[in-house]
């Protein structure tokens, strides 16, 4: 369902203007502020996405010749991705590169992983998740 109330969180590293829900906005600046305290900083790649953005995503794909089943793999179909609910962000830090597994070699994901949960996020596709979506230690989600 698509989030339906959202509040600015800033730019993510490419400047473009980010939102989420107000509760997950309000998570989410508390969690970077503890992080920054700990010389962490947790930077948004990705928050709110709607249905038509996400069906921007599956479509360049296909045009680029990339399989549906693979496709689905690593990007949820328009209507299903935790994006649409203005509750996840795509987190990266400085030095690593955007939506890569070495994103869990960062002390930002060390920290998130230690901490996250203190704020009511979690990350949403751990390696091996029942949902048979691609490991992302970067995909993060407030439950609340």
């Given at each position: 369902?698509?989030?339906?109330?959202l509040?600015?969180?800033?730019?993510?590293?490419?400047?473009?203007?980010?939102?989420?829900?107000?509760?997950?906005?309000?998570?989410?600046?508390?969690?970077?502020?503890?992080?920054?305290?700990?010389?962490?900083?947790?930077?948004?790649?990705?928050?709110?996405?709607?249905?038509?953005?996400?069906?921007?995503?599956?479509?360049?794909?296909?045009?680029?010749?990339q399989?549906?089943?693979?496709?689905?793999?690593?990007?949820?179909?328009p209507?299903?991705?935790?994006?649409?609910?203005?509750?996840?962000?795509?987190?990266?830090?400085?030095?690593?590169?955007?939506?890569?597994?070495?994103?869990?070699?960062?002390?930002?994901?060390?920290?998130l992983?230690?901490h996250?949960?203190?704020?009511?996020?979690?990350?949403?596709?751990?390696?091996?998740n029942?949902?048979?979506?691609?490991?992302?230690?970067?995909?993060?989600?407030?439950?609340?």
């Amino acid at each position: 369902m698509e989030a339906s109330r959202l509040v600015s969180i800033g730019p993510d590293v490419f400047q473009r203007e980010q939102f989420l829900a107000p509760g997950a906005a309000k998570a989410w600046r508390s969690m970077a502020d503890s992080a920054v305290s700990d010389k962490v900083e947790l930077q948004v790649v990705s928050a709110f996405r709607s249905f038509d953005y996400q069906e921007g995503i599956i479509r360049r794909k296909l045009e680029k010749g990339q399989a549906i089943g693979d496709i689905l793999q690593v990007s949820a179909a328009p209507g299903y991705s935790e994006h649409h609910t203005g509750r996840a962000l795509d987190i990266t830090t400085p030095g690593f590169a955007v939506l890569e597994e070495e994103f869990e070699a960062s002390d930002a994901f060390a920290w998130l992983t230690a901490h996250a949960k203190q704020f009511g996020f979690r990350m949403s596709f751990p390696r091996g998740n029942p949902h048979g979506v691609a490991y992302e230690p970067w995909h993060w989600a407030w439950r609340g």
